[in-house]
């Protein structure tokens, strides 16, 4: 009999669950949770008594799966994601956390930097590690640790001993848009997220609302404000724009038919006219988002606007040459008045609450009062089951003094911006909470 097998049976249950055992919690089957003793812990799983229920959800979201229901694929992810936390033990998950996730990150970044994922992927052959080094000009020896981690966390395929292969992972890997992400959370980002515990501590543990006192210039040992750092940096300010260029590809956009109903409360009742502005992008980045909407609704009238800040904008090439680049830095007068709308995504997030309204404030004399909207597209935490990716995002955040914000936060944020929420759109079905808040003048 294991060891585990006989903890099971000494507790009278077997897998663990039913047993009263899950780590932290009572179970539903038993009134008084038994603590784990420290010879259980390394061996109990996180949460026995979810694991029946997983599985049966697992094996119909699968079936929804195979049968091509769009929704599926995301509920069987996050199923599967659930199963592996049920099952792992408190010192798999420890393991995970501590060890698996900070050396993973520096492997991915490292094969970034010296091309690996390129060579990996030039063809579907298996390459040997052998290969990979002369491709890449490193040391056999430490290419083939990487290679071991890489292959171990499911980053490369292993297709026999000391011989890989490229996966979808990686051949997205081999496009900047994708692969500056891991550089870019290293020079701009990371140290900030790792002080942010000392930070903390530091403030007596209050939330942080001044953006040049944050965990990221006690990381980076800087006093700069973070989109200072990124001005002065023209590495940082290419991978950031990139990044931002691919963050919510495949999310549902409230361009989209079923979220925003662009046609009725956009397009109708625009002033027609060859010189008037249907929509402004007001830090915009590089244009992603009004390509999109150029190619989602090629056929609306009106002028498309780009502004970003001087450093951003001439970046923002190759663009449909009916997208108009203005740079316009948003502390200062808008300079665009009267226009059907102005939008903001992912902008108002990383200003606290007083600098939002600096940027609102300059914005409202360029409104005209029952034709001008703003249209907000930002994340909508709700108050329960918050998606990991959007907590995440919150806490980069918290980071450089910002956040995410809730639907309370908002009304009472734009509220004293002297705007008014006509309707906050969720996309159906939406896993994450990006939102498109629509406003107008109040
Ligand atoms: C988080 S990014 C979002 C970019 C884009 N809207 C998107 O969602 O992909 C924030 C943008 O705000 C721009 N920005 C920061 N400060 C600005 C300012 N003072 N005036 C105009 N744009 C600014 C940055 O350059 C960056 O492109």
Same mark, same amino acid.
């Given at each position: 009999m294991t060891e585990l097998a006989a903890i099971q049976s000494k507790n009278g249950h077997a897998n663990g669950y039913a047993s009263g055992h899950s780590n932290g919690t009572a179970n539903s089957h038993s009134k008084e949770a038994s603590p784990l003793t420290n010879d259980q812990i390394p061996i109990s799983p996180s949460a026995p008594q979810d694991v029946p229920g997983?599985?049966?959800?697992? %094996?119909?979201?699968?079936?929804?799966?195979? !049968?091509? /229901? &769009?929704?599926?694929?995301?509920? +069987? $992810?996050?199923?599967?994601? *659930?199963?592996?936390?049920?099952?792992?033990?408190?010192?798999?998950?420890?393991?995970?956390?501590?060890?698996?996730?900070?050396?993973?990150?520096?492997?991915?970044?490292?094969?970034?930097?010296?091309?690996?994922?390129?060579?990996?992927?030039?063809?579907?052959?298996?390459?040997? %590690?052998?290969?990979?080094?002369?491709?890449? !000009?490193? /040391? &056999?020896?430490?290419?083939?640790? +990487? $290679?071991?981690?890489?292959? *171990?966390?499911?980053?490369?395929?292993?297709?026999?001993?000391?011989?890989?292969?490229?996966?979808?992972?990686?051949?997205?890997?081999?496009?900047?848009?994708y692969s500056d992400g891991f550089p870019l959370m290293t020079r701009r980002f990371t140290a900030g997220i790792h002080a942010l515990p000392a930070y903390l501590k530091k403030n007596g543990y209050r939330n942080p609302t001044n953006p040049t006192d944050t965990a990221l210039q006690l990381g980076f040992n800087t006093d700069l404000?973070?989109?200072?750092?990124?001005?002065?940096?023209?590495?940082?300010?290419?991978q950031f724009n990139n990044h931002m260029s691919i963050y919510s590809l495949g999310r549902p956009s409230w361009m989209d038919v079923g979220f925003f109903p662009v046609q009725e409360r956009l397009i109708e009742?625009?002033?027609?006219?060859?010189?008037?502005?249907?929509?402004?992008?007001?830090?915009g980045s590089i244009g992603h988002d009004l390509s999109e909407f150029k190619r989602k609704w090629p056929d609306a009238p009106g002028r498309l606007i780009l502004q970003d800040l001087p450093t951003v904008a001439c970046h923002a090439q190759g663009l449909d040459p009916t997208i108009e680049v203005m740079p316009h830095d948003f502390f200062t007068p808008q300079?665009?008045?009267?226009?059907?709308?102005?939008?903001?995504?992912?902008?108002?997030?990383?200003?606290?609450?007083?600098?939002?309204?600096?940027?609102?404030?300059?914005?409202?004399?360029?409104?005209?009062?029952?034709y001008s909207k703003v249209l907000i597209n930002e994340n909508v935490i709700p108050d329960k089951g918050a998606y990991w990716e959007t907590t995440s995002l919150d806490l980069i955040?918290?980071?450089?003094?910002?956040?995410?914000?809730?639907?309370?936060?908002?009304y009472t944020l734009l509220e004293s911006a002297r705007l008014k929420i006509i309707k906050v759109w969720t996309a159906p079905a939406q896993k994450g909470e990006e939102s498109l808040i629509e406003c107008e003048l109040a």
């Open positions: 997983l599985l049966s959800q697992i %094996a119909s979201h699968g079936d929804a799966f195979l !049968g091509i /229901d &769009p929704d599926a694929r995301l509920k +069987l $992810l996050e199923d599967a994601r *659930a199963l592996v936390n049920a099952l792992e033990t408190p010192r798999e998950s420890m393991i995970r956390y501590c060890w698996a996730q900070s050396t993973i990150y520096a492997a991915i970044e490292t094969g970034v930097d010296i091309e690996l994922f390129h060579k990996l992927s030039l063809s579907d052959k298996p390459k040997s %590690a052998a290969e990979l080094a002369e491709d890449t !000009g490193c /040391d &056999p020896f430490m290419l083939s640790r +990487l $290679l071991k981690h890489l292959a *171990a966390m499911d980053v490369i395929g292993e297709a026999g001993p000391d011989l890989y292969r490229r996966t979808g992972f990686t051949i997205a890997l081999c496009s900047e848009k404000h973070f989109f200072e750092t990124v001005k002065q940096d023209p590495v940082t300010a290419k009742g625009s002033n027609t006219t060859n010189d008037n502005v249907l929509l402004i992008d007001m830090g300079p665009v008045k009267g226009a059907r709308a102005y939008y903001m995504h992912s902008v108002l997030h990383d200003w606290p609450d007083d600098m939002c309204r600096k940027i609102l404030a300059n914005l409202i004399p360029a409104l005209r009062p029952g955040m918290m980071t450089i003094g910002s956040g995410e914000r809730t639907e309370r936060h908002w």
